[in-house]
């Protein structure tokens, strides 16, 4: 059986809403739980020394949800950073985030500055975090740049160097929860070779054997490339 190597795994979190109408809750219960299974989930990755973990966890497209929902997910975002920061030090895990998070407040992006510091500390593993993220939007950040830099030719290599993961390697496994079975525009650029990992399972219902379960679905798997073996 062929084994593959796997790097960087990527995660599009969905149906935290769902969990939380299924139990007659309001949709942030669905989002607290959500939160709350990401450690399980995340240290089972790197024990399964997958080096790179991205978390798909706000949209572009979120923005159009009601105003009190995006509040509470905002709420959410900074009460985990102030409870991970001393955890991932600790861990010797690298925190990074991608996507257009200019727009946050002032002391969020402050505490966004102070936990993704990049220190000389030698990391285990990376976790990174897509907030306000798109792929579309990503791309279209790039052309903007190359267009203001007057540059009219580039190539793929160039190209990968001004998108927001340019020191991050391509995901080879994208997992998404929820029981859809769309990339919503996530890791667009980044995801052409990526094996693609669906559950129904609810994200706040995901746990450490389900990424077991993930991983060796993967293993399975037969890259081509578009070459024949
Ligand atoms: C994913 O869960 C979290 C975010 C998109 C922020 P949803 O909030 O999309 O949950 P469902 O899909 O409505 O169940
Ligand atoms: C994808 O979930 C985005 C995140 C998990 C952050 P959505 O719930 O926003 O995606 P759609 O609307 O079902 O495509
Ligand atoms: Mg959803």
Do not use: C
Request: net charge positive; charged share 30%.
């Amino acid at each position: 059986m062929k084994t593959n190597d796997i790097n960087h795994v990527a995660i599009i979190m969905d149906g935290n809403g769902r969990w939380a109408e299924q139990r007659n809750l309001p949709r942030f219960s669905g989002h607290k739980k959500g939160l709350d299974v990401i450690p399980e989930v995340v240290e089972e990755l790197i024990n399964n020394k997958i080096k790179y973990v991205t978390l798909f966890a706000f949209s572009t497209e979120n923005n159009f949800r009601p105003e009190e929902e995006k509040e509470n997910l905002l709420n959410l975002l900074e009460f985990a950073l102030n409870k991970v920061a001393k955890e991932i030090q600790k861990n010797k895990i690298k925190l990074s985030f991608i996507g257009d998070i200019e727009y946050l407040p002032k002391h969020l992006l402050k505490k966004i500055k102070n936990v993704t510091r990049n220190d000389e500390v030698k990391y285990d593993a990376e976790l990174i975090i897509a907030w306000n993220y798109g792929g579309r939007q990503e791309i279209i950040n790039v052309v903007n740049k190359l267009i203001k830099q007057n540059i009219n030719h580039i190539d793929e290599t160039h190209f990968e160097k001004l998108l927001y993961t340019s020191e991050i390697p391509n995901p080879d496994l994208i997992i998404r929860t929820g029981g859809q079975q769309r990339i919503s525009n996530f890791m667009l650029w980044q995801s052409a070779y990526s094996e693609m990992y669906f559950t129904t399972k609810l994200w706040p219902d995901f746990n450490k054997k389900d990424v077991i379960k993930a991983l060796k679905d993967f293993k399975k798997r037969n890259r081509n490339y578009g070459k024949t073996n």
